[in-house]
């Protein structure tokens, strides 16, 4: 019997060793070992859950050790305080004796006795003083509270003010609810809706899209064999909103140059009922098996798929009546579901800027007379969303702007972009723009 602790301590010092992404290890782990589903959902919440709150952790931690001890604390030992910490603190249903022995055990397993002696004492002390006092300056409080970087906080705050800094990382710390695309090319919403009532699974629908449900009941929905069977893909609501503004129509031509995974070239397909064509291009052959497996799963049958780079893609024509560009950005808005990437928030950012002003470059040189240009990102950041756009626009003035809200509901549009704010929203926060190409 595999230990879902053990296996969760070991993914979580490779994700802070190594850089690698939890989300690829959890899919390794799960596929080669015979967990049930509760043990899947244990060690899911374990590994995102620590890494997430790594800050936190921290924090509480150098509370209850000596401060010369806990700065010559190894990392291997750190974690598993961590570990222990999160259940006592964070994971209500997970009993307390059972959170710190296991956590004990593991340690012993992992040091030796008297390791575990001191992780023993530590979670003792966590546990009998379980209020923790934050310090009062407000970046620095946001940032060890919610476990963010302390420059990304000062960036929210000059953008959105104390409340909604605040509820933002309360968002981004929450588990995310599942949110899934009916696939309208094979049933409809009620059916769909009926179909899992039966199975004693509630869906919600939603206000920002009728294509969109959500639900809590995230195994039983993604276990059934309706998922396998194409008639529904997991997908963020605010991702289907761009292919929402993207628009597209029966018998059109459209470009997809950074496709992967593929939920809105899929997406893009289903609302075309397969007519036309649709391009897919990206360069990460891991990626590109994902769209394969998800046209074969959804049966499209109009989709042409390149493994290529995007810049390298040709010949160049202005053939394509929409182009998508869903840009790589440093993916502020994706904090819930992909815990590392708050501690990577301005890796390279330069780098990417420029590769997003390219992109617009490149994707633009695709558009017919008359088509439509759509640049997309999962970010909060206004350097690689509006001050882009701007820039693109400066330089091509045979490109306009075309008010997001003639495509998609005016909630979730600000200054004619798509901005979905996750404190506002309450779904991933995402920016889009519609640009047409004119004579």
Request: aromatic share 10%; proline share 4%; with cysteine.
């Amino acid at each position: 019997m595999i230990n879902t602790r053990s296996e969760a301590y070991k993914i979580i010092l490779k994700v802070l060793q190594k850089g690698i992404y939890s989300g690829k290890l959890l899919e390794q782990s799960i596929r080669k070992t015979d967990f049930e589903s509760l043990d899947k959902a244990l060690l899911y919440q374990l590994v995102k859950g620590v890494i997430k709150l790594q800050n936190n952790l921290d924090y509480i931690s150098a509370r209850f050790i000596n401060p010369e001890k806990f700065r010559n604390t190894p990392l291997k030992l750190k974690i598993l305080l961590y570990l222990g910490i999160y259940q006592l603190v964070y994971c209500d249903s997970i009993p307390e004796h059972a959170a710190l022995n296991e956590t004990v055990e593991l340690g012993k397993k992992l040091f030796g006795d008297k390791v575990a002696g001191f992780v023993n004492a530590v979670l003792r002390a966590v546990q009998k003083n379980d209020q923790i006092i934050y310090p009062e300056d407000t970046p620095l409080r946001l940032s060890v509270r919610y476990s963010f970087p302390i420059d990304l906080i000062k960036i929210w705050l000059s953008l959105w003010g104390d409340e909604n800094t605040e509820k933002l990382c309360r968002y981004f710390n929450q588990t995310p609810l599942l949110s899934i695309r009916i696939n309208r090319y094979a049933t409809d919403r009620e059916k769909l809706l009926k179909y899992f009532l039966r199975r004693g699974v509630e869906l919600d629908s939603v206000k920002a899209s009728p294509n969109m449900l959500i639900t809590s009941q995230t195994t039983e929905v993604l276990e059934d064999v309706a998922f396998s069977e194409g008639y529904f893909s997991v997908q963020d609501i605010s991702a289907a909103l761009v292919v929402e503004l993207m628009d597209p129509k029966l018998d059109q031509s459209i470009l997809d140059l950074f496709a992967g995974p593929g939920g809105k070239a899929t997406y893009a397909s289903e609302i075309m009922q397969n007519t036309g064509e649709l391009v897919a291009v990206d360069k990460f052959p891991l990626k590109v098996k994902k769209i394969k497996h998800n046209v074969e799963r959804l049966q499209i049958s109009n989709m042409k798929i390149i493994n290529e780079d995007a810049f390298n893609y040709g010949p160049v024509a202005p053939a394509f009546d929409r182009v998508l560009l869903d840009v790589p950005c440093t993916g502020w808005g994706v904090f819930q579901k992909k815990a590392e990437l708050r501690w990577q928030f301005n890796q390279d950012l330069k780098s990417l800027l420029l590769l997003q002003e390219n992109a617009l470059k490149k994707g633009a040189l695709f558009v017919r007379e008359g088509g439509f240009l759509v640049y997309s990102t999962c970010t909060l950041n206004p350097d690689e969303n509006e001050h882009q756009v701007e820039k693109f626009l400066e330089k091509n003035r045979n490109f306009k702007l075309v008010p997001a809200s003639e495509s998609i509901p005016v909630k979730y549009t600000n200054k004619d972009y798509m901005i979905t704010l996750p404190f506002k929203h309450n779904m991933d926060g995402a920016f889009a723009a519609k640009m047409q190409k004119l004579s």
